[in-house]
């Protein structure tokens, strides 16, 4: 068996948020069905960003706003979810 170091990973791009996101600040994170959950702040000042939602369908993934941060409701999406 190889160790991870001799492995060959393969990343596979699941969903494009575009340039209004910095990108995440904590690793997303599965459930118990395989759906991915994760934190995105956007760029600027302003304090938003979204917890997203990824669900697997067939051989894409399906995407879905799960939570939006709009700067007076919370602060910016900084941690990791439970």
Same mark, same amino acid.
């Given at each position: ?12 791009? !699941?969903?494009?948020? &575009?340039?209004?996101?910095? $990108?995440?600040?904590?690793?997303? +994170? ?5 759906? /991915? *959950?994760?934190? !995105?702040?956007?760029? &600027?000042?302003?304090?938003? $960003?979204?917890?997203?939602?990824? +669900? ?5 993934? /399906? *995407? ?19």
């Amino acid at each position: 068996m190889n160790s991870p170091a001799e492995r060959q990973l393969v990343f596979t791009l !699941l969903q494009n948020f &575009g340039d209004e996101y910095i $990108g995440a600040l904590a690793a997303p +994170t599965f459930d118990s069905h395989g759906i /991915l *959950y994760g934190s !995105l702040p956007t760029v &600027g000042q302003d304090f938003t $960003g979204e917890i997203f939602q990824l +669900t697997p369908s067939g051989d894409q993934w /399906l *995407y879905r706003s799960f939570y939006t941060f709009n700067g007076y409701n919370s602060s910016i999406p900084s941690a990791p979810l439970p």
